[in-house]
């Protein structure tokens, strides 16, 4: 089913098949789940930066601040401990899971793209982040995929995904692996097959478990 792209929505085709370029982007944090399984708000995890212990929502902040997006957000509910200047989108469409965030921002933004990265992803450089972003052409939207599945939480996503998003709300199929499979079926994202010095990166934290001294989050590099 092919889903039409409102011009409303401000979003227009470009021909010069360049690659997104620092600035014209928003940058969100996904930091709007219940953290069911790990048991404490995964928001403020410790985690170790410069001999210091940080929560794990500055890390993930300072990773997107560092490939200096046009707009920095945080989806999802203002939390305890973010500074004023903090800018918080609220899910519009809520209890539906990251589908609702994602929607959220792609409503509010005002660039061309978003790119969103989960909070529970403690091992993320800002290298790969520039890589998905190197690799968006003709408003296309990128998400990495591993194990023939896709990582729909750390993903670029063009305007044109609203209308499949709202489509996929309505019809209260919230699966992510749905909605990235209805824009790849409209030719609104491309996929990016990870490369095996990166799933580690891909790692993410969903139970106390998960955070072994061998999974301990590492400083952000590479910029």
Known sequence: ?????????????????????????????????????????KAYLPVNWEGTSIPLWERQWTVLQSIAPGKLVISGPRKPGYPASVLVWPDDWTGVGPLGGIATCLSRMQSAFVLVLAIDLPQIQPVFLKKLLARSIDCCGVVPRRDNRFEPLIALYPVAALPVAIHQLRKQDYVLQHFVAKLLENRLIVGYEIEAGEQIQLENWNTPEDRGPAREAREPSGS
């Open 1 to 41: 089913m092919r889903l039409s792209v409102p011009t409303a929505l401000g979003w227009q085709p470009t021909t010069d098949n360049q690659p997104l370029t620092t600035g014209n982007f928003t940058a969100a944090l996904l930091a709007g789940g219940q953290s069911k399984r790990m048991g404490q708000d």
